[in-house]
């Protein structure tokens, strides 16, 4: 099974860019969907962004045009570059994994998670 860990978060100031990246062992990303998502401080968790089964990514209405979501399978690496930051985009991001189904699909039932990195934005 794979294991995931996040890095590359910090603090940043409003209209800025971080880049998130997320590392993967055990087990090769090209097997999986993955995806980013975040929580707030008091606010229920969240999709960010998604590459599924065929590869394509999408996004969250409130992240268009801001973020890109992108996976390198022979690097085993997954990225979030977020541009143009709000500070209502501070929140925990965290990365995760769903293995691909003997169909080749995935269901939305993310299985692995990793830890977690914390995004700042200030005004």
Partial sequence: QVQVVESGGGSVQAGGSL????AASG???SKYCVAWFRQAPGKEREGVATIREDGLPRYADFVKGR???SKDNAKNTLDLQMNSLKPEDTAMYYCAAEALDPSGLCHQHFEYWGQGILVTVSS
């Avoid at 880049?19 to 997320?22: M, Q």
Wanted: charged residues 20%; proline residues 0%.
């Fill in 27 to 29: 087990d090769s990303y």
């Fill in 67 to 69: 973020f890109t979501i």
């Fill in 19 to 22: 880049r998130l990246s997320c």
